[in-house]
């Protein structure tokens, strides 16, 4: 038998995915902004593999009897990694040359990660403030390194 996942158990699983989700983030725009392409592409995937924890978070999400705002945060997360896996890693579409769908694009990264802050904050104050923290650092790697390199 597969032991039972509890409340305390998940949140902490949240507050350490969200923040993993930041620094993965984070260093791979940093690879970007660098010119390390490898980097970039390995970190993207090992970003996009968290789609299992966070499919087991949605799926436990039902049995915890979590708010819809938490499913609806967690969806968003999973949503975002597959547009994510599709556009860069399946397709390998050029979609950050088309201006309306950059902005949708970058409408969903925001909305995804920062839905993770409120996954985050289940855990306790300090992984809320880690996450406000990581979110606000991710925000402006971001604009900056789209600034340098125009991706």
Not at 12 to 18: E, I, K, M, R
Request: aromatic letters at 12%.
């Amino acid at each position: 038998m597969a032991p039972q996942l509890s409340i305390q158990n998940s949140n902490l699983l949240g507050g350490v995915l969200a923040i993993l989700i930041y620094l993965l983030v984070i260093s791979l725009l940093l690879g970007r902004l660098f010119g390390q392409g490898n980097l970039e592409r390995v970190l993207g995937i090992f970003l996009i593999l968290l789609i299992f924890p966070l499919t087991y978070l949605l799926i436990s999400a039902f049995y915890l009897d979590r708010p819809r705002i938490y499913v609806l945060q967690v969806g968003l997360m999973i949503l975002f990694l597959i547009v994510e896996l599709a556009l860069d890693y399946i397709f390998e579409v050029p979609f950050r040359t088309v201006r309306w769908q950059t902005i949708a694009y970058v409408m969903l990264f925001f909305g995804a990660t920062g839905g993770m802050i409120g996954v985050a904050s289940l855990a306790g104050r300090v992984w809320s403030v880690v996450a406000v923290i990581g979110f606000l650092v991710m925000g402006g790697v971001s604009f900056l390194q789209r600034h340098i390199t125009g991706l």
